[in-house]
């Protein structure tokens, strides 16, 4: 797990998949085009809609895939500042926090590869570090299953969409102070005004600054995000927005790898759940910023042609400490130790060019999407060795008896490890026709051209490749409040890693299916999901071992693997003071031979939060949320032996009283049963999550 190679053209993919901000065509009726000069803006504003699995504006209930949205109002209810947070209550997506500050996405057993913004971004290869905020977004939508419309990929495990606050029609402000157990400490802010009395120009400003302790040992995290947009109409055709992003994100007492979690004899550690393999001196940081830039033309009524560009850069400092081995269960000594210094410099540019609208053909309404995407990243990655005496040392006893029993070491000059250039271009294409008023054909396609060239801890990653994949979806509205749905798609994924060669592996190719059912209850305000999917994934790439001259560069085996099961879901609310939002998913993943593989995914995870406005007590709500899952284990082949993770639930709860309307008082509470259990058992090393805690918020509104 000592990765030197720090997943380079990972970073720069998502870098690019998070700094991207465009708004969504809003097609006006032949009505409303006389006054467009007064209301083109402010109806984007008043009725922006999302691209969702498939590049077309398209409802929940419409859209061929399982999906799920979190809006703004639920991530404050939670207090879900951070993604991790968030996602881990999204029916389907398991968080794997492998290490302090870096983290996988799983859906449906695959690691999730795509993060986006407003419906842009690029694949990457799943490893996040950091952990983002989540103030700067209006809602998160998370599309499950393979969706290479909106990707260019068909990974079959989904994508995370995030989109942006953007200014409203009126004046809005609010500021909330949260304090909480470990010394947490929030501020909030946001603020969307109007700039002229028409409406047509507007901006809006978010902030936000937190800091916090740890129940991990020596463990501190400090986070500061600041983002800006500005909107108008030029004319009575053209809208233009404009913005800037920035979020800086430092840990100190940072971990790079994690607990180890096997003795020397292959039996499981049992260390306290404060335990840090970091030290006092180590830290991991991550500053990102963004620069974008947004056009929209209505070329006619309902056609709108939209180009957006982005440009942002990406730091990456760090100062760690990894443990390898295992340790004596009698003695708690024989891990050795490796400092190491890291600093990784990412510029990317992205753009987006589309074409949608609808269109009128035998009696019935059909729409379409053309677009052209280019990104081009490179990424420099610095790094400093200590002394050879200083480096590859037996540790003290573990766990440390302090966060400096690892003195700091002599760091050396600082050399460039890394040299990288990645391009991803596409064209897409998708096209919805009915068939009947009730019966709908959706079918696109991408064609995707992907080159990778440098550098890479003195490994070659040159590579190009092309691929052109069908999207397939098909509803059909069989009687009021009841569609039933299927969608295909290829599977193509570029994979950056090596093969036991130390060779580029190649992309992961294959097929995915999902066919199910949706139904809209309680005159539509709640949504039930029920999805059956499948996908077969070959030349997966499944971590082996490690080479290279000094043993740090991790290669991987072309496997064939597939994943099958079902998901069922509600959303939304069953009466005007009850919300509900939550699911069940239940897989299987196997090999060639039927075996089971990837074991360390849960197989059966269920999630659901609510809120309940009580009755008769003005302005108090009641909240909860609940994750369970059940337990997972990982054969580690140095030992023999096997770690496992029983089944476990964490609950949460909240309440809120609301005083008039511009005061909010919220108490909460997670981890409530305080129950113990391990982040992830992606590795052979993780950590505890967090036990039971608290937090205390006030919100005023102006």
């Known amino acids: 797990m000592r990765v030197k190679s720090w997943d380079w053209r990972g970073r720069a993919a998502f870098l690019l998949g998070g700094i991207v901000a465009a708004g969504h065509p809003f097609a006006v009726s032949a009505a409303e085009s006389d006054s467009l000069e007064t209301v083109l803006i402010t109806a984007q504003r008043a009725a922006r809609t999302s691209k969702g699995a498939t590049g077309l504006e398209l409802t929940l209930a419409d859209t061929p895939q399982s999906e799920t949205v979190i809006d703004a109002t639920t991530l404050d209810t939670f207090a879900l500042h951070d993604t991790n947070d ?16 870096r983290t996988y996405y799983n859906s449906r057993g695959f690691d999730l590869t795509s993060v986006q913004v407003d419906g842009i971004g690029m694949p990457f290869d799943g490893l996040i570090v950091g952990d983002g905020d989540t103030a700067l977004y209006d809602k998160v939508e998370v599309v499950r299953g393979a969706n290479g419309l909106l990707t260019g990929t068909g990974n079959p495990s989904g994508t995370v969409n995030f989109v942006r606050k953007r200014p409203t029609n009126d004046f809005q402000a609010s500021g909330t102070l949260t304090y909480g157990t470990w010394d947490l400490k929030r501020i909030d802010l946001d603020v969307s005004t109007p700039l002229v009395a028409s409406g047509q120009w507007a901006a809006r400003v978010v902030a936000a600054d937190q800091s916090r302790d740890s129940w991990l040992d020596y463990y501190h995290n400090k986070r500061q995000v600041l983002y800006g947009v500005v909107d108008g109409q030029i004319g009575d055709r053209i809208t233009v927005a404009a913005g800037f992003s ?284 029920f999805a059956l999917f499948k996908a077969d994934q070959d030349n997966f790439a499944q971590f082996a071992g490690y080479a290279g001259p000094d043993f740090t560069l991790p290669y991987y085996d072309g496997i064939s693997i597939r994943s099958q099961g079902f998901e069922l879901e509600v959303s939304g609310k069953i009466a005007q003071s009850l919300t509900l939002h939550g699911g069940y998913t239940q897989l299987r993943m196997t090999d060639p031979s039927g075996a089971d593989t990837r074991t360390f995914v849960p197989r059966k995870t269920f999630k659901l939060l609510g809120t309940w406005q009580v009755p008769g007590v003005a302005g108090l709500e009641l909240g909860a949320d609940a994750r369970w899952q059940n337990g997972i284990r990982q054969f580690d082949a140095a030992t023999g032996g096997t770690v496992e993770q029983g089944a476990y639930s964490i609950l949460g709860a909240e309440l809120t009283y609301q005083v008039g309307s511009r005061v909010e008082f919220t108490v909460r509470g997670d981890n409530l049963a305080n129950e113990e259990f391990l982040t992830s058992l992606y590795w052979n090393q993780a950590f505890h999550g967090e036990p039971r805690n608290y937090s205390a918020s006030v919100k005023v509104k102006l």
């Open 246 to 529: 920035y979020q800086d994100n430092k840990s100190t007492g940072a971990m790079w790898g994690a607990v180890p979690l096997l003795y020397s004899d292959g039996t499981q550690t049992d260390y306290p759940v404060s335990t840090n393999s970091g030290q006092d001196w180590t830290y991991w940081q991550q500053r990102t910023t963004s620069s974008f830039g947004e056009l929209s033309v209505t070329l006619a009524p309902r056609w709108m042609l939209k180009s957006t560009a982005t440009y942002g850069t990406y730091q990456e400092p760090s100062r760690l400490l990894y443990l390898d081995g295992t340790t004596d269960p009698s003695t708690n000594l024989g891990l050795v130790a490796y400092p190491d210094m890291f600093d990784v410099h990412t510029h990317s540019v992205l753009s987006d060019t589309s074409i949608a609208g609808s269109f009128d053909l035998f009696g019935l309404t059909h729409e379409a999407v053309l677009g052209l995407s280019l990104a081009d990243a490179s990424s420099h990655t610095f790094e400093r060795d200590p002394p050879a005496d200083q480096s590859g040392f037996d540790a003290p006893a573990f766990p440390f008896a302090s966060g400096n029993a690892i003195p700091l070491p002599d760091f050396g000059d600082r050399y460039i490890a890394a040299d990288t250039h990645t391009l991803f271009n596409r064209v897409y294409g998708a096209t919805r026709l009915s068939f009947t008023k009730s019966l709908k054909l959706i079918a696109g396609f991408n064609a995707v051209d992907y080159t990778a060239s440098g550098v890479n801890y003195g490994v070659s990653g040159d590579k190009h490749e092309k691929s052109t994949a069908p999207y397939l979806g098909a509803t059909w509205n069989v009687v009021p409040h009841l569609n039933l749905y299927a969608s295909y798609s290829d599977i193509f994924q570029p994979q950056d890693y090596l093969n036991p060669a130390l060779q580029p592996i190649g992309s992961a190719k294959g097929k995915s299916y999902e066919a199910g059912a949706k139904s809209e209850w309680f005159d539509g305000k709640l949504l039930g999901t």
């Open 86 to 101: 968030m996602l881990k209550l999204v029916t389907g997506v398991n968080v794997e926090q492998a290490e302090s500050d």
